[in-house]
Every structure is written in structure tokens, then in C-alpha cells.
């Protein structure tokens, strides 16, 4: 009994003695302060969302010393319209010394440790890349390279049964094809062509975008420092999965590999399930035209490193075309191709009723890489319409990108590249109007429909379209409205969270996501990008504390509607962390 009450006043004293040396980590946390997690550049805005009924004065404090560096009154209010609660904008972009800091709000208490310094969402952008290493089929990841999460290869994919819906000449019901690689598509082990293409477009536009700036971006996987990219060599991995996808007796493409059912919650090695590959389709071939398109037109610089690689693409981008052009509507439909063939498919279905959005896309790649004309021949690239953010089931917008990045390369006439060089800007005009009454102050959520399944891609893929429409107008505006969401993603929203698994002092920890679920470590797979708020609740999850559209979220693996991670969520927060990451290396 003495040495239980002698230990606790021993704890008590330092404690006590804690909070006399280092007055900051005396201060209560606040979950009313909500900032970038992860910090700030000296050069750029830095801002910092108070939850109050009033305004209160706010200090900036180093970390270390507790001493005052700034003080500031916050504006505001502003009114949120989903909640209805009051917030105040507290802006230190003044301050721009580099250190470690904390906001304190007297009164309401301390906001998590932050820092200020240049390159500062460097780590975030390369574990956003490495997540998809974390996501490989087929292949062992030793510790060398995944440090506790290591594991063995899962899903060798040599094996592969054609299903009665994909029978073509040469591959008959059952017969077997080899189709290892690629990455699990999500926070299951199948693997989709579909969300294959919107993923490789959008990491493979990176690349073209910034191409100097992954010279020198190791992320520690098994191809670091093989003279390409590792951006380069992680599309790779997925790429080769793709080209075992297309039927090589008429160039077809199959929409999926995957297991009838989902496997459980098991390690990618424990899931033994037959594996098939189904329905080859419209869409999904159009999707594997543009990024085989795309990919040969990269890969013609690295000829001497893969010999023969950028002729396989484009080889496969041609035939892919062709087949398209003479099955211009075949789609897929889950529940009738069930009613005809067996076994069942009820795995992701990737449904798309539409393909004018993917031939816009496979068109303009194919433009691109050829300089023929003929690929545009009764294309409509649709600029009247608004733009529309993309998604796995709406993909012109990756074309309007490409042409607007080759538009003076091919000299592309302005008739056909001005309308969608205007469409850009149009949108990240929209975006930006009334930002300085958003109660986070950020373009993402002004409206509730921007809370859908994956919200966290849609603040990503909006900061991509400001990141455009800077590079059309070198209107600083824009790249700071995309920096502004990146900060959303990673703190200043209204759950608190930040949504990479690894990042951040109020970090997802429980997301849906197999391995990360069976592997038995506290920690799940750091780089991944959790869907964020979703107030459809589709999962029926018990866990969620709100309805309200912003803080529709639970951070618990049952969760599969705002918690899951998926390889086309994970593309955008590389592109937008390690383009604002290039583009402030400039400024």
C-alpha cells in the first residue's frame, strides 16, 4: 500500500515538474483547434480553425520552450452549413519561422505540436506513393523494405480460371491464364481494370506534370535507385498486371481478377479462393487503351531500361482501339451476367453505363501519343458541359488534362484546346467563390454532395483542378486553394482526423482495410487514404456519432463506407501532396 501511494506522488511530482519545465504539454489539448497536422511552409498561408461560441484571442507558442513567438485575433464567425456551428479563422501566415509549434487558445487549451519548414509534406507525399507498394500482389514485402508490416506474397495469380462470361477462341470455360502483379485494388485483394485506369492516369499524369521532380524521390521500395523513378517503377508493377488483362486473339480487355466473394479478414497469403477473370467490356478496355497509350509515350525515355516496354503499350493501346471501335457498347452489368454464368460474381462491380467519358479519355491519349488526328474523328469532348471531377466511372477529365498539357507540344488548335483550358479554370473558378465564408476554409465541402463514398478523393481530385488551373494562369490563388485542402486532409475538417494512416497527432488507426485488420499490429498500413465522411452510412456501421454531412465519419473497420482506403483515393493524395510539394520548391 506505501509503495502504490509512494509511486503515484512520484508520478504526481513529475508530472508536476513536467509542466514546470515545459508549460506547453501542461495545457489541456483542444479538440476545438483544428490544423494541418503536419504543418506548414514559412512562405505560404498558415491557418488554423477555432470551434467557439466567441471570439478569443489565440497564441503561437514554441513547442520546446513555451515561449510566445505570436499572438493574434482570430476573424470570424463563420456559420457552418451543414452543423450550423460557429468557427473562427485564426491566420498566422505572418509567422514564418521554422520550428515546432502549438496554437493555445486561452481558456480552450492547446492545439497538437505542428511544424514550420520547407519541404514539409515531403514524407507525406512519398508514404502516399509507398501505400501502393503496401498494396502489391504476388510478390513477398520483406522488412527491409516494409519494416513491421512485411509479409509474405499473397495471391501469386498464376493460375487464374476464365469464367464463362470471358470465353473467347483459345480460352475456353475454365481454362487457365497467368496474370500475377498489380496492386489490390482496395481494402480487398481483387483487382479491377476499371479502377486500375483512373488510378495509372492520374500517377502517370503526375509524372508527365512534374517530371524533374522525381528525379530524386526514393521511397525505399525493391527498384529505388535502378536509374527510373520510383514513381515510375511502382505504375510498372500495376502496368504488367494490366497487359495480362487484354485477350490476345482480338484485344479485348477483361473488366476484373477476382474471387466470387470477398475473402475474410485475412492476410493476402491466408486467401486461397479460386480467382477468375470476367466480361471483357467497352469501358474497361477504353480505360486500358488510355493508360497503355499513356504509359508508351512515358516509357519511350527508359527504352534502354525495359527493352521492348513502350512497344508493348502502345502495341496493346492499338488493338485495344480497335476492338472498342468494333464493340462500341458492350458494358458491364454484374447482376445479368449472374442470371447466365456461373459461378456467381459479387465482388466490387465497377458498373458504368456510359462510355463517352472513356473514349473522350482513350482519344486524347491516343492523340497524344501519336500526333494522329483520325483518334479525335467523331469525338465530342463535351466542354460545354461543367467539368466534372473524376471518378472511376467519369473520366474525361483526365483527357482535358492531357490536352491541356500537350496543347502547345502538338499545337493543338485553340478552337479545340481553348474550350477546355477554359472549362479548368471555369471549375477552380467556382471552387474558389464565397471560400472566405467556408467554416474550414476550404473550396471542399461548400456543398454536402462534395461527402460522398471517398470524400477525401474528392477534396484531392479538387485540389488537382486548382493545381491545373494554376499551371494554365500562374494565378497563385489556385495552387493556394489546393494547399488549402491538403490541409483539410489532413486535420482542418470537421471530424479533426487526419485521413493518411501514419500522419498526423489525431490519425486513422482503424481503417477498412484486409491486412491492416489480420496482421495482428497496432499500426495499420501507414500511406493509406481513408475514404473520410460519408452520410450515407451504406455500411450500417454502429460506431458513427453524427449524420451531419462533414462529420459523417468512424474511425473503426467496420466501416467500409468512410474508413476503407482504395488505390484510386490513394493516386490523387499523391499527386496533390507531391505537386504542391514541387511547385513550393519554386516559390
Not at 495471391?155 to 473467347?168: E, G, N, Q, R, Y
Not at 496492386?183 to 485506369?197: E, F, H, P
Not at 483520325?374 to 467539368?387: A, Q
Not at 493518411?500 to 485488420?517: A, C, Y
Amino acid at each position: 500500500m506505501t509503495q502504490t501511494v509512494f509511486r503515484s506522488f512520484g508520478g504526481l511530482l513529475l508530472m508536476v515538474l513536467c509542466g514546470l519545465l515545459n508549460p506547453v504539454s501542461a495545457q489541456q489539448l483542444s479538440a476545438a483547434i483544428r490544423l494541418n497536422q503536419i504543418g506548414f511552409y514559412p512562405n505560404a498561408p498558415k491557418t488554423a480553425v477555432i470551434l467557439a461560441e466567441k471570439s478569443m484571442s489565440f497564441e503561437i507558442k514554441d513547442a520546446g520552450t513555451g515561449k510566445v513567438v505570436f499572438k493574434g485575433k482570430p476573424a470570424g464567425p463563420r456559420t457552418n452549413q451543414h452543423s450550423g456551428k460557429m468557427s473562427f479563422i485564426a491566420d498566422f501566415t505572418g509567422f514564418k519561422k521554422s520550428g515546432k509549434y502549438v496554437i493555445e487558445v486561452p481558456g480552450l487549451g492547446r492545439s497538437a505540436e505542428f511544424e514550420i519548414g520547407e519541404k514539409i509534406h515531403r514524407e507525406v507525399a512519398q508514404a502516399a506513393l509507398k501505400g501502393f507498394y503496401y498494396q502489391r500482389a504476388s510478390i513477398d514485402l520483406p522488412e527491409k523494405f516494409a519494416g513491421k508490416w512485411a509479409r509474405p506474397a499473397g495471391h501469386p495469380d498464376d493460375k487464374i480460371l476464365i469464367h464463362a462470361s470471358a470465353v473467347s477462341e483459345g480460352r475456353p470455360e475454365n481454362s487457365v491464364i497467368s496474370s500475377p502483379r498489380g496492386w489490390y485494388d482496395a481494402g480487398d485483394y481483387n483487382k479491377y481494370v476499371v479502377n486500375s485506369g483512373i488510378t495509372m492516369g492520374t500517377l502517370l499524369s503526375l509524372y508527365e506534370d512534374f517530371p524533374s521532380y522525381f528525379e530524386n524521390f526514393n521511397t525505399n521500395i525493391p527498384e529505388s535507385n535502378n536509374g527510373v523513378p520510383d514513381l515510375l517503377d511502382e505504375v510498372i508493377w500495376n502496368l504488367r498486371w494490366m497487359l495480362t488483362m487484354q485477350d490476345p486473339a482480338d484485344g479485348g480487355v477483361y473488366h476484373k481478377l477476382t474471387n466470387p466473394r470477398f475473402d475474410g479478414m485475412v492476410m493476402p497469403d491466408a486467401a486461397k479462393n479460386p480467382r477468375y477473370v470476367v466480361q471483357k467490356n467497352t469501358i474497361a478496355t477504353l480505360d486500358f487503351v488510355a493508360v497503355t497509350a499513356q504509359s508508351g509515350r512515358i516509357l519511350k525515355a527508359f527504352e534502354n531500361k525495359f527493352p521492348g516496354l513502350s512497344d508493348s503499350c502502345i502495341t496493346a493501346a492499338v488493338k485495344g482501339w480497335e476492338w472498342a471501335k468494333k464493340n462500341p457498347s458492350v458494358t458491364y452489368n454484374q447482376e445479368e451476367m449472374n442470371k447466365k454464368f456461373d459461378p456467381d460474381v459479387v465482388t466490387g462491380a465497377y458498373g458504368d453505363r456510359s462510355s463517352s467519358d472513356e473514349w473522350i479519355w482513350a482519344a486524347a491519349e491516343m492523340y497524344a501519343l501519336t500526333s494522329k488526328t483520325d483518334y479525335l474523328k467523331n469525338i465530342s469532348f463535351e466542354t460545354e458541359k461543367p467539368l466534372p471531377l473524376p471518378t472511376w466511372s467519369q473520366v474525361k477529365t483526365l483527357g482535358y488534362y492531357t490536352i491541356a498539357r500537350f496543347s502547345e507540344d502538338l499545337k493543338i488548335e485553340k478552337q479545340f484546346s481553348q474550350p477546355i483550358r477554359q472549362n479548368i479554370v471555369k471549375f477552380s473558378d467556382d471552387l474558389l467563390t464565397d471560400l472566405e465564408k467556408q467554416p474550414y476554409h476550404t473550396v471542399m465541402g461548400k456543398t454536402a454532395k462534395d461527402y460522398s463514398w471517398g470524400s477525401s478523393s474528392v477534396a484531392a481530385n479538387q485540389g488537382i483542378a486548382l493545381i491545373y488551373a494554376f499551371k494554365l494562369t500562374n494565378d497563385r490563388k489556385y495552387l493556394l486553394a489546393a494547399l488549402g485542402n491538403l490541409d483539410y486532409l489532413l486535420g482542418r475538417n470537421a471530424t479533426g482526423y487526419s485521413f493518411l494512416t501514419g500522419f498526423g497527432s489525431k490519425r486513422v488507426m482503424h481503417p477498412h482495410h484486409r491486412p491492416s485488420i489480420a496482421d495482428g499490429i497496432a499500426d495499420p498500413v501507414p500511406g493509406l487514404l481513408s475514404g473520410g465522411p460519408n452520410p450515407a452510412q451504406q455500411d450500417k456501421c454502429t460506431t458513427y456519432t453524427s449524420k451531419i454531412a462533414d462529420e459523417s465519419f468512424t474511425d473503426d473497420d467496420c466501416s467500409y463506407a468512410s474508413n476503407e482506403i482504395a488505390i484510386n483515393w490513394n493516386a490523387p493524395m499523391v499527386y496533390l501532396s507531391a505537386a504542391i510539394e514541387a511547385l513550393m520548391e519554386k516559390k
